[in-house]
């Protein structure tokens, strides 16, 4: 079935440094989604990638979707302590239906 | 509220005894999804409906689960016989289908189940 490999596992950043969260498939995805899940909480929807290249921003949150449509990422500039929870990518279905999670990058972010 | 809810939010229960859970999805929402999610993972998927149909089920759900959503609303997993590792976070998930761009999924709190 479809896998989704998610790097690194754990991030530790000062406050103000950069992150980035990598997502690779070994298969062309039809879409990728991203999602943040706060300490104790549920996954929280942040974008959807459908087209092959496309880059799109929130704020000081980049995401990228390969050329290729096998891999994406997640680029936080100058991290701050609401920026704390694991980041996960999500490939969807060509039906929306059900998605295949990553394992999930954890972000702490110190003061 | 009108987000997806769950219920109960805890659970603790014997080996070998059967547990039940309900999600209620966002109302307008006519897809509704089941994941499971332990510590350090992200949500494996488990089975999702559209109205009342069950459209797909993971092959890694065995006979021991049974979802139902018999009038397109609410739903209910059953996981007969417990098991110690069936311990996780049952995570539910609305979305309306066909979507708008984007397709995204709204979770509710999770059911944490620990089998003792």
């Known amino acids: 079935g479809q896998q989704v490999m998610q790097i690194p596992q754990y991030q530790h950043v000062q406050e103000g440094e950069d992150f980035t969260t990598y997502c690779n498939s070994s298969?062309?995805?039809?879409?990728i989604q991203w999602y943040k899940q706060r300490p104790g909480g549920h996954p929280v929807f942040l974008i959807q990638?459908?087209?092959?290249?496309e880059v799109k921003k929130q704020k000081r949150l980049t995401f990228q979707f390969g050329e290729a449509k096998k891999n994406s990422s997640l680029h936080i500039t100058a991290t701050q302590t609401t920026d704390v929870g694991t980041y996960f990518c999500?490939?969807?279905?060509?039906?929306?239906?059900?998605?295949?999670f990553g394992q999930g990058t954890i972000l702490t972010v110190h003061p | 509220d009108t987000g997806v809810s769950q219920n109960p939010r805890h659970k603790i229960t014997k080996r070998g005894q059967n547990v039940t859970f309900r999600c209620d999805p966002i109302?307008?929402?006519?897809?509704l999804y089941w994941y499971r999610q332990t510590l350090g993972q992200g949500p494996e998927f488990l089975t999702y409906?559209?109205?009342?149909?069950?459209?797909?089920k993971s092959r890694l759900l065995s006979d021991r689960f049974s979802a139902e959503r018999p009038k397109g609303s609410f739903s209910t997993l059953e996981i007969q016989r417990t098991e110690q590792g069936d311990s996780a976070m049952y995570l539910c998930?609305?979305?309306?289908?066909?979507?708008?761009?984007?397709?995204?999924?709204?979770f509710g709190p999770g059911t944490r189940l620990t089998v003792t």
């Open positions: 998930a609305s979305s309306i289908h066909p979507p708008g761009l984007p397709g995204e999924q709204y």
């Open positions: 298969t062309t995805l039809s879409n």
């Open positions: 990638l459908v087209k092959s290249g």
């Open positions: 999500a490939a969807g279905g060509t039906s929306y239906g059900k998605l295949t």
């Open positions: 109302s307008e929402h006519n897809r």
């Open positions: 409906f559209q109205n009342e149909a069950q459209l797909e």
